[in-house]
């Protein structure tokens, strides 16, 4: 797994310097930026596993950076780091999105703890995300974001009804469909032409077989549709 790269702002360098050395000793690639505006620049250019913000700095302060970040469809976790230890003031940036606050001074031991357990649950809910994403069925992978189909991770070249045919083969594996229902499915049509779904079929068969005149994974069940068979 590569190192967690975190993005220090602080306009001050000496704090700067201070959590640099505490989380590259502790095996994270450390990035800085003085000011606002250069965390922002960053931010949008790169990606950081968590961000440590100190809240008071000139022209854009710690709330216009967090805001502006999660208005960029930007989630990663932010831990606002600050000299106010009043509620209220806590209460603000953990209202507006931080996913943490910290109080200066601090302890770098739990200053570490602090990011490195944001780092894992961001990781993980990230790795999340990227499972829910994809159908994978014995040699197959079928991607939702990308829209792309693999076999034996190479991909496949397939048109937008063969992708949809396959989406809906590998979210019912060894269920047996009849033509109608393909039809309905992929066409949204209840006029089946029986004809379209055999050459789409016989397409597919070309396309993900070895042997596509004696299929291994989308089987005929005679007399009533067809059936891709595969191991979960």
């Not at 302060?61 to 606002?80: A, C, E, K």
């Not at 079929?201 to 068979?229: A, C, D, M, Q």
Request: hydrophobic share 40%; aromatic share 8%; proline share 4%.
């Amino acid at each position: 797994m590569s190192k967690p790269r975190v993005l220090v702002v602080d306009d001050e360098n000496a704090v700067r310097k201070l959590i640099k050395t505490v989380l590259e000793g502790d095996g994270m690639a450390v990035l800085q930026a003085e000011n606002g505006m250069e965390a922002m620049r960053m931010i949008s250019e790169e990606p950081f596993d968590l961000v440590l913000l100190d809240i008071m700095m000139e022209n854009i302060d710690g709330y216009d950076v967090l805001g502006q970040t999660r208005n960029m469809g930007i989630h990663t976790p932010i831990i606002f780091l600050s000299g106010k230890k009043e509620d209220t003031d806590q209460i603000i940036g953990l209202g507006l999105g931080a996913d943490a606050y910290i109080t200066k001074p601090f302890s770098p031991p739990v200053l570490c703890a602090q990011v490195k357990n944001q780092i894992k649950r961001y990781r993980q809910l990230q790795e999340s995300k990227q499972e829910a994403s994809r159908i994978a069925l014995g040699p197959f992978l079928f991607n939702h974001h990308t829209y792309t189909f693999q076999k034996n991770n190479q991909e496949i070249a397939l048109s937008s009804k063969e992708l949809q045919l396959m989406k809906f083969f590998m979210e019912h594996p060894n269920q047996v469909f009849s033509k109608e229902q393909l039809y309905q499915n992929i066409w949204k049509d209840t006029v089946v032409d029986n004809n379209t779904i055999m050459v789409y079929i016989r397409h597919l068969r070309t396309k993900i077989e070895e042997n596509p005149t004696n299929p291994k994974y989308i089987k005929t069940v005679w007399g009533i549709g067809y059936r891709f068979s595969v191991e979960r």
